[in-house]
């Protein structure tokens, strides 16, 4: 037993196989694979003469012994170690996790060398970032020491204009005075002539109003000769009390205009309709046609007229509420506006949008050979007092009425040739005029029984060719 242990220390296999180890460990990197199998082959073989000549050992040790001897030691150390390290399955998994630990510390170092890296090169961009920084910080503070010296000239400016705006201001205040004093006396002197103006306003007031009662005197007069819608109040208008200040002009003269304006209704009534009337018979034979055809040719020309006063006083309001200043509000100085320059109104543009509405109108009819233009001058007429009617606070309008409908005595009068016992209106003659549904002039309606059965049996035929103008 000593000799054998003798010859494995001589032999130094122990150190050999150390050596070896290292010296793969130190080239495991650079060899190919078949180049590290066969160092660990040949690790593999050495270790197992090692082990071969320490089993011989261990076998003359325990003959020394006895035949009983070690026995003890055998079965506590060298049957389990046995059983748990030269078995094949254990030794295959102990090469499987010794390959997998070895492949993690590659991995490892990698990831190692990788990071070293990455950190390299983010700490050689936090070096260049700082030299930036330091030099921008190093132009801000040459720009603050100019700043600082220009701020010191300002100051030193500064204190010099300073006296000379103190003497400056000593004098714009005695001029301020002056001028003050000066606007005072002429506010005095505007007062007065204020005064005198609605003085002046008060009286041409007073001289329109006594010329509105004498136009409805004179038109009650030509009306009494001929058919005519009825004024709703028995009595001839009073003078309205006149105020002494009003907000605009067209307030001021509200009162005069209304008057003008339904006085004038009425002289269209009894002059322009009946013309208009003669004009169409030589065209139409039918009565009826010609009483429709007028009616509804007055009805669209409030609507026309309506819809181009709105128009016009969007365009006046737009226009004038860029510079508005003044003690009126901007509905008075637009209203004053359209009053002063009504003759701006396009009463043409309003004559043709009628014509085109009666041309669609299914309820009348004309000769293809001729066209509503042959009543244009009652059109226009209707429109420009339905225009200027617009103006009035509040705005007159003429009413809506259908065939068919029930008789009102309050807003028509019946016809010359109506039935008298008849409760529903077959067509009507002339609109009624209206201030916020209240009747202000009576229209003239038809009343017949059966004639919307008969009407409506019978329609009237509709023009077969485009209009001509």
Known sequence: MADGLRRLVGAESGRVLQEKLESWYRDYEINSCDQNLNRCCEIIELNSEIQGQLFTILNETSREGGHYAGVETIKTRLLPWLGTCFSCATSGRLFETNLSLTQDSIEKERQLRELASNQTFQLQELQEELTSTRLQLSHVQQDLAKTQLALEDTKTKSATTLLAAEDEIVQLKAALKTSCAQEKDALRKLDRLNDYEQQIQILRDEISILDAQKSVLQSRFVRSRSPSPRHSESKSPSPLPLRSCSPGRARRTNASRRACLVARFGDIYAQERLDAETLLRTY????????????????????????AYRQFKIRVRDTLSLGHSGPESLEDTVLDYIVRHEDLYDVQASVNEVIRSMNINPKISFPPEIDF?????????????????????????????????????????????????AALVAYHVWPALMENDVVIVKGEAVTKRGALLSRSRSPSPLRSGSPRR
């Not at 139409?284 to 819809?307: L, N, P, W």
């Not at 226009?380 to 029930?406: I, N």
């Open 284 to 307: 139409i034979s039918d009565m009826e046609m010609v009483q429709r055809i007028i009616y509804i040719a007055a009805v669209e020309s409030f609507h026309a007229a309506k819809t």
């Open 373 to 421: 233009i042959v009543i244009s001058t009652l059109i226009r007429e209707l429109c420009r007092v339905a225009f200027s009617m617009q103006t009035l606070v509040p705005p007159l309008d003429v009413a809506f009425g259908t065939d068919g409908e029930l008789f009102s005595e309050t807003k028509y009068h019946r016809s010359f040739d109506s039935d008298f016992t």
